[in-house]
């Protein structure tokens, strides 16, 4: 204590006498130990007060009062910074200082070897577990994705079975299927940047579980560059159904479709 005071006070030491920061630091540490002890100590008298009051305390606003302000003191106290130990390099204290604040451990952390290996694996834990559940919810996104897209291909499916009237006849009649495949070329045009510069080949005609007209082709178009991408396959049918990019649509979920539609 002698050499807190000393320090504060530079004008009464002794000639050639000069303080140890060291023990400084050290009383500084015992004081804030101190003080949130006393802290702690505050907020469970208040707790028992506001229970049933006693003492000084003849209302229970008042104990209140006592417990908010133990707990402040107690707040301030552990958000003060722990003084760097001579023996630890800088870059290791700093990373004790996060690892122990990421892992919401006491003050007190970074200078015990044992508390901050905790945090360590604290930290870890809880980084292993959020990529974890990041990756789950990553796999139900997706999973929610297929389920959709299958359930509006289906939904389409029946559209467009219903715009084919005329039944079996209609759909073998390859009259009907090549007005039907050049519908459907103009619609997939009108989905494209520069319907213009769209170019098609080997567009063919396939009736999907012998009553849904289905198209299958490659599509070739310009980019936003003028330039043309080249050729990608498509599924659509009409005005009802798609286009389906086989650039736009994940690869799993095309090559599915194509083999179920187009094969």
Request: proline content about 4%; hydrophobic content about 40%.
């Amino acid at each position: 204590m002698k050499d807190l005071f000393l320090t504060a006070c530079p004008g009464l030491l002794q000639d050639g006498e000069t303080p140890s920061f060291h023990s400084v630091g050290g009383h500084m540490e015992a004081l804030v130990s101190a003080v949130g002890f006393v802290s702690v100590l505050v907020v469970l008298l208040g707790l028992a007060m506001l229970v049933k009051p006693f003492w000084f305390i003849q209302k229970r606003w008042q104990a209140g009062l006592l417990m908010a302000a133990g707990l402040f003191v107690g707040g301030f106290v552990n958000a003060m910074p722990v003084k760097r130990p001579s023996g630890i390099p800088e870059a290791e204290w700093a990373e004790r200082v996060r690892v122990c604040a990421e892992a919401d451990e006491l003050r007190e952390c970074p200078l015990n070897n044992a508390d901050v290996e905790k945090a360590r694996l604290k930290v870890a834990e809880a980084t292993r577990k959020a990529a974890a559940e990041a990756e789950i919810k990553t796999a139900e996104n997706r999973a929610k994705e297929a389920e959709k897209l299958a359930r509006a291909r289906e939904r389409e499916l029946e559209a467009t079975a219903s715009a084919m009237e005329g039944g079996a006849a209609k759909i073998n009649d390859t009259t009907q299927q090549q007005l039907w495949i050049s519908a459907t070329e103009r619609s997939v045009k009108g989905h494209m940047k520069d319907p213009g510069s769209v170019r098609f080949r080997n567009s063919r005609f396939n009736a999907y579980q012998g009553r849904t007209p289905v198209v299958c082709g490659e599509v070739n178009a310009k980019n936003g560059f003028g330039g043309h991408t080249g050729y990608q396959k498509y599924i659509a049918s009409g005005e009802i159904f798609g286009p389906y990019l086989e650039e736009t649509t994940p690869a799993g979920e095309f090559a599915k479709a194509w083999n179920e539609l187009c094969v």
